[in-house]
């Protein structure tokens, strides 16, 4: 057992992701294809294009990851694949290469939860998150705080009731005819802008709860920008500045509900370098740890599902049968606890 690597194959979206992980070494190969430049003429993601070039790339990855970890097919024992959330003709790529790899080496394969994969991501690194703790997930389609006690273990303690803070900068990001992706685009105009020259609203805090709402402050920005056209890097700022506190106020309300002196902060969005320095502020006033995954890490990739696969796999968890099984809505309160 203490030499058992897993394979773990990324296919949710837009990002072609492989990763192997060992129980003796860690990570030890990962490679990621982005197809950024395929949707970009579209200003986001299609679908069935989406699922072609993960048709394409997938099976080229695993044999160059391979190749980077001098291993061949046979060494691996045991595949993760993500069975969901996401679109269902890029998740039924990748599970169909896994259970088919599977059956053919008589490994065991099993279907990874892909916010799971972006809640453990940060188990990717020396210093590591201690469990319990509160998650802050901002990928793509979510936005949410989870308390979790352990793996599997997870109750969410606050959610968007409408756009995820990603959608909202994307969105955002295309009022002001930036490029795509929207979100590194904003946030890299907002380095250029004044902060305070326009004051936003921060949705939702003066309220009880958990649960977050950006899509009024996506509103905020077409009416700011209607009227204000040619201040762009000033709206670019104050819609970066009143996302990120109010992300900021919501972990800090989270810390205090469940008592935990952890913050692990995960997902696409988690590379922004404000969200960054207002959680590390607030974590010191809290005396909290704030963890995140390095900055390849946040996005898609297939490093996270190796991970996170192998730790229930290593447990004995398994995706039974030759059937493909994929659960494009899937709840983390679903998942077992290992």
Same mark, same amino acid.
């Given at each position: 057992?203490?030499?058992?690597?897993?394979?773990?194959?990324?296919?949710?979206?837009?990002?072609?992701?492989?990763?192997?992980?060992?129980?003796?070494?860690?990570?030890?190969?990962?490679?990621?294809?982005?197809?950024?430049?395929?949707?970009?003429?579209?200003?986001?993601?299609?679908?069935?294009l989406a699922s072609r070039d993960h048709i394409q790339r997938v099976l080229p990855l695993i044999k160059?990851?391979?190749?980077?970890?001098?291993?061949?097919?046979?060494?691996?024992?045991?595949i993760a694949y993500t069975a969901g959330p996401g679109l269902a003709g890029a998740l039924l790529v990748?599970?169909?290469?896994?259970?088919?790899?599977?059956?053919?080496?008589?490994?065991?394969?099993?279907?990874?939860?892909?916010?799971?994969?972006?809640?453990?991501?940060?188990?990717?690194?020396?210093?590591?998150?201690?469990?319990?703790?509160?998650?802050?997930?901002?990928?793509?389609?979510?936005?949410?705080?989870?308390?979790?006690?352990?793996?599997?273990?997870?109750?969410?303690?606050?959610?968007?009731?409408?756009?995820?803070?990603?959608?909202?900068?994307?969105?955002?990001?295309?009022?002001?005819?930036?490029?795509?992706?929207?979100?590194?685009?904003?946030?890299?105009?907002?380095?250029?802008?004044?902060?305070? !020259?326009?004051?936003?609203?921060?949705?939702?805090?003066?309220?009880?709860?958990?649960?977050?709402?950006?899509?009024?402050?996506?509103?905020?920005?077409?009416? !700011?920008?209607?009227?204000?056209?040619?201040?762009?890097?000033?709206?670019?700022?104050?819609?970066?500045?009143?996302?990120?506190?109010?992300?900021?106020?919501?972990?800090?309300?989270?810390?205090?509900?469940?008592?935990y002196k952890t913050l692990v902060v995960a997902g696409g969005v988690s590379a922004n370098t404000a969200?960054?320095?207002?959680?590390?502020?607030?974590?010191?006033?809290?005396?909290?740890?704030?963890?995140?995954?390095?900055?390849?890490?946040?996005?898609?990739?297939?490093?996270?599902?190796?991970?996170?696969?192998?730790?229930?796999?290593?447990?004995?968890?398994?995706?039974?049968?030759?059937?493909?099984?994929?659960?494009?809505?899937?709840?983390?309160?679903?998942?077992?606890?290992?």
């Amino acid at each position: 057992m203490a030499k058992f690597i897993t394979l773990g194959i990324e296919s949710s979206c837009d990002e072609t992701g492989i990763g192997l992980y060992s129980e003796q070494d860690g990570l030890i190969a990962h490679q990621l294809f982005s197809q950024v430049e395929i949707h970009a003429e579209y200003g986001g993601v299609v679908p069935e294009l989406a699922s072609r070039d993960h048709i394409q790339r997938v099976l080229p990855l695993i044999k160059a990851v391979l190749k980077e970890a001098n291993l061949q097919l046979t060494d691996i024992d045991g595949i993760a694949y993500t069975a969901g959330p996401g679109l269902a003709g890029a998740l039924l790529v990748g599970s169909a290469v896994a259970k088919s790899l599977a059956w053919s080496l008589k490994i065991p394969a099993l279907g990874v939860h892909h916010m799971e994969g972006h809640l453990l991501a940060p188990l990717l690194e020396a210093k590591q998150p201690k469990f319990p703790f509160v998650a802050l997930l901002v990928s793509g389609g979510h936005t949410m705080l989870v308390d979790v006690k352990a793996i599997g273990q997870y109750k969410i303690l606050g959610e968007s009731l409408d756009d995820a803070v990603g959608e909202a900068f994307d969105k955002t990001a295309k009022i002001l005819g930036l490029g795509y992706p929207g979100g590194p685009a904003l946030a890299t105009l907002a380095e250029q802008g004044v902060e305070g !020259t326009f004051k936003f609203p921060r949705p939702m805090i003066d309220r009880p709860g958990l649960d977050f709402s950006f899509s009024g402050l996506k509103t905020f920005a077409r009416n !700011t920008f209607a009227k204000y056209p040619e201040q762009k890097a000033d709206i670019a700022k104050a819609f970066e500045v009143a996302s990120t506190q109010t992300l900021m106020i919501k972990c800090r309300r989270a810390l205090v509900q469940t008592g935990y002196k952890t913050l692990v902060v995960a997902g696409g969005v988690s590379a922004n370098t404000a969200l960054r320095k207002e959680l590390n502020t607030m974590g010191k006033k809290a005396k909290a740890e704030v963890f995140y995954p390095r900055q390849e890490f946040c996005t898609d990739n297939g490093a996270m599902i190796a991970l996170a696969g192998h730790l229930r796999l290593v447990r004995g968890q398994t995706t039974s049968g030759n059937e493909i099984v994929i659960n494009p809505r899937w709840s983390l309160e679903e998942l077992q606890a290992v």
